[in-house]
C-alpha cells in the first residue's frame, strides 16, 4: 500500500515522536494505565498507529470493496444507502397474547422485523404443566404448547409481510413447523416465508446448558432443517450460528469469532455428511453476533468474522456460490454489560453497542432495554431502545456511507491481529478433532472460563471501571416499573393447554406422534411429520418426549 522508503521514514517519526515527545511526558506524568488493552484484554492497545501498522495490508486481497470477496467492508454492495438494517426488538411476554400485544404496538412504533423470545419451559421441550416447568412458565419469554399458541401470537399479522426471528435451539424443529403451519392457514407461500431460526445446538453445549439430546441426534435435526428450508422455504434462515451466547459467558472478542466460526465448520460438516450440497444450503446459515462496549474491537470483530468465514467456506468446502462465502449476521447489544445499578446509563451503553454493529455492518440489530438486567423490559424501555436504532438510522450519518472505518490504521490492524487470532484458536480445535470433540471435552467451555474469571477479579479489584457499579456509585433505591409474570398468568396457561387437549382429535395426535418416532428411528426427514403433529396439537412436550424415546437426554461427559 506505501512505498518502502516511506514506510521507513514514518517509522523513523514514530520513533522520533516516542524519544522527544511521548517518552518523556510519560516518564514525566505517567499514564491512566500501565497497559492499554481491548475490553477483554485479548489486545494490547499502542498509543499511535501509523501505515507502518498496515505495511503488510493488501487493499484488494484484504480490505476491496462491499458486496465483494473478501467481504471485509460489506457483503452487500450498497449496504444502509440501499435499505437499512433490520431492527429487530426480541420480544416475549409471558403469554401468547400478550406477546401478541407487543408485537403490533412495537410495529406501530416502526419496528422491521419481530423477535420471539421463548421461556424457558418451551426452550427445554416441556409444556407448562409439566413439573419441571413448575414456577417457569412466561418467565423469560412466551410460552407456547401447542399450535394454538402461536396462532394467538400471530393473530393479525402477516407472515407474507414480516420477517420473524424465533430464538429456539433444542426444539428448533417444533417451533419452525408451527411458523410453517401459520403461513399454510393464512395461505402464504412457504417460499416466501421469512425469518431465523437459532438453532445452534452446539453453543448451548458450551454456553447455555439449554439442550436436550445427544449431540449426534441433535445435529441430526439440524441437517434436516438444512434440507427441508432448502425445498420449502428457501427465504427463511435455516439457522443463526450464535457467538452472542458465548461472549456472555465471559469470552473474548477472538474467542468469539473462533468458536462461532468453528460451530459453523461443525454444521457444514454434518450437513455434507447427510449428503446435502454445499452451495443448496450455505445461502442460507447466518450468524448471530454480541455487541459490546469498546467500539473499535467490535466494529474490527465483525469485518474480521466476515473475511474469514469467506476464506473458510472457499477453502475448506469449496463453495463457488457467493453467497455461500457472505457471513449476514444479527447483533444484540451485551446482555452483561447492564448493570441494575443506575439503570439510566444502560441507554448509554446501548446505543455506543448499537453504534459499533452499525458501524461493523449488521444485517439485523437488537437494542436491549436499559432494565433488562432486572426483568422483561417494560414498554417505555422497549420503546427507547427501538428509538436509539432509529436516531442512530436517521440522525447519526453512521448509516450514510459503507464501512466508515476502513483504512483507520488503527481499525485495519485490529482486524488482522483479531484474525490472526481467531484463526490460531480454530488451529487448537482442529488439532482436538473439530469443535464438537473440543465440546465434549470441555475444553472450550474451560477456556471461555478462565477469561470470565479473570475479568471479575479485575472487576473486583477496581482494575477494569464499570460505571455506577465499582466507580461512581450513587446511594439511591429509585422506583422501577418492572414487567412481572405472576402465579395466575402460568395457571391461565395450563388452564389454556387443557382446553386444546380437551378439543382435539386424540387419535390424529397420536397417529402423528407415532410417525414421529417411526421416522427418528430412520433416515428419511423429520420436519414433515414434526409439521403434520403440530398441525394436529400435538404439544411441544409430547413431539419433545417423542425425540426423547428414540434419542435420549445428553449427559456431559457421558
Same mark, same amino acid.
Given at each position: ?29 505517567? %499514564? ?40 471485509? !467492508? ?7 444507502? $440501499? ?17 401478541? &400485544? ?7 412504533? $416502526? ?163 447427510? $449428503? ?37 467456506? %472457499? ?44 458501524? $461493523? ?85 474451560? !477456556? ?43 395457571? !391461565?396457561?395450563?388452564? !389454556? ?52 424415546? &428414540? ?8
Amino acid at each position: 500500500m506505501f512505498d518502502p522508503d516511506d514506510l521507513d521514514t514514518i517509522r523513523e517519526a514514530k520513533a522520533d515522536w516516542e524519544a522527544d515527545s511521548y517518552g518523556p511526558t510519560v516518564d514525566r506524568f505517567g %499514564e491512566r494505565k500501565d497497559v492499554f488493552t481491548t475490553d477483554t484484554g485479548g489486545q494490547e492497545v499502542d498509543p499511535l498507529y501509523t501505515p507502518a501498522d498496515v505495511a503488510d495490508l493488501d487493499y484488494r486481497e484484504d480490505v476491496g470493496v462491499p458486496g465483494e470477496e473478501p467481504y471485509t !467492508r460489506g457483503v452487500y454492495s450498497t449496504m444502509y444507502r $440501499g435499505r437499512l438494517w433490520t431492527m429487530r426488538q426480541y420480544a416475549g411476554m409471558g403469554t401468547a397474547a400478550e406477546t401478541n &400485544e407487543r408485537f403490533n404496538y412495537l410495529l406501530d412504533e $416502526g419496528q422491521t422485523g419481530l423477535s420471539m423470545a421463548f421461556d424457558l419451559p418451551t426452550q427445554m421441550g416441556y409444556d407448562s404443566d409439566a413439573a419441571m416447568a413448575a414456577g417457569e412458565v412466561g418467565k423469560s419469554g412466551v410460552a407456547i404448547d401447542t399450535l394454538r399458541d402461536m396462532e394467538t401470537v400471530f393473530d393479525g399479522i402477516p407472515l407474507s409481510e414480516v420477517s420473524t426471528s424465533m430464538t429456539i435451539n433444542a426444539p428448533a424443529a417444533i417451533l419452525l413447523a408451527m411458523y410453517v403451519a401459520i403461513g399454510d392457514q393464512q395461505g402464504v407461500d412457504r417460499s416466501e416465508l421469512r425469518g431465523t431460526i437459532q438453532n445452534d445446538i452446539m453453543k448451548e453445549y458450551i454456553a447455555r446448558n439449554l439442550y436436550i439430546y445427544p449431540p449426534e441426534p441433535s445435529m441430526r435435526l439440524i441437517t434436516d432443517i438444512f434440507e427441508f428450508c432448502a425445498a420449502e422455504t428457501p427465504k427463511f434462515n435455516t439457522i443463526s450460528i450464535s457467538g452472542y451466547h458465548i461472549r456472555e459467558a465471559g469470552s473474548t472478542a477472538a474467542q468469539e469469532i473462533a468458536f462461532t466460526l468453528g460451530n459453523g465448520i461443525e454444521y457444514v460438516n454434518a450437513a455434507l455428511d447427510a $449428503g446435502l450440497d454445499v452451495d443448496e444450503f450455505a445461502p442460507q446459515l447466518s450468524f448471530f453476533f454480541n455487541a459490546h462496549n469498546n467500539i473499535f474491537e467490535e466494529v474490527a470483530k465483525f469485518r474480521a468474522a466476515r473475511r474469514m468465514w469467506a476464506k473458510i467456506m %472457499e477453502e475448506r468446502f469449496g463453495a463457488e456460490n457467493p453467497k455461500s462465502k457472505q457471513l449476514k449476521f444479527h447483533t444484540q447489544t451485551g446482555g452483561s454489560t447492564l448493570t441494575a445499578q443506575q439503570i439510566d446509563n444502560n441507554v448509554v451503553r446501548v446505543a455506543y453497542q448499537a453504534l459499533a454493529a452499525v458501524l $461493523g455492518g449488521t444485517q439485523s440489530l437488537h437494542t436491549n432495554g436499559k432494565d433488562e438486567a432486572l426483568s422483561l423490559p417494560t414498554e417505555k424501555s422497549v420503546r427507547t431502545a427501538l428509538r436509539t436504532q432509529q436516531i442512530l438510522a436517521h440522525e447519526s450519518g453512521a448509516a450514510d456511507t459503507i464501512d466508515p472505518l476502513a483504512g483507520s490504521y488503527y481499525v485495519e490492524a485490529l482486524t488482522d491481529d483479531l484474525e490472526a487470532e481467531a484463526f490460531d484458536i480454530l488451529d487448537e480445535v482442529d488439532d482436538r478433532g473439530g469443535m464438537l470433540d473440543a465440546v465434549k471435552s470441555q475444553w472450550v467451555q474451560g !477456556r471461555i472460563q478462565d477469561v470470565a474469571f479473570d475479568r471479575q477479579q479485575e472487576i473486583e479489584e477496581g482494575k477494569r471501571i464499570i460505571v455506577g457499579v465499582n466507580e461512581y456509585q450513587v446511594d439511591e433505591d429509585p422506583e422501577v416499573d418492572l414487567e412481572e409474570v405472576t402465579e395466575e398468568d402460568e395457571r !391461565r396457561q395450563v388452564d !389454556r393447554l387443557e382446553t386444546v387437549r380437551a378439543e382435539r382429535d386424540d387419535e390424529a395426535v397420536e397417529a402423528a406422534l407415532a410417525a414421529v418416532r417411526e421416522t427418528a428411528r430412520g433416515d428419511d426427514n423429520l420436519l414433515p411429520p414434526i409439521v403434520d403433529a403440530v398441525k394436529a396439537y400435538a404439544s411441544v412436550g409430547e413431539i419433545s418426549n417423542a425425540l426423547r424415546e &428414540e434419542f435420549g437426554e445428553y449427559q456431559p461427559g457421558m
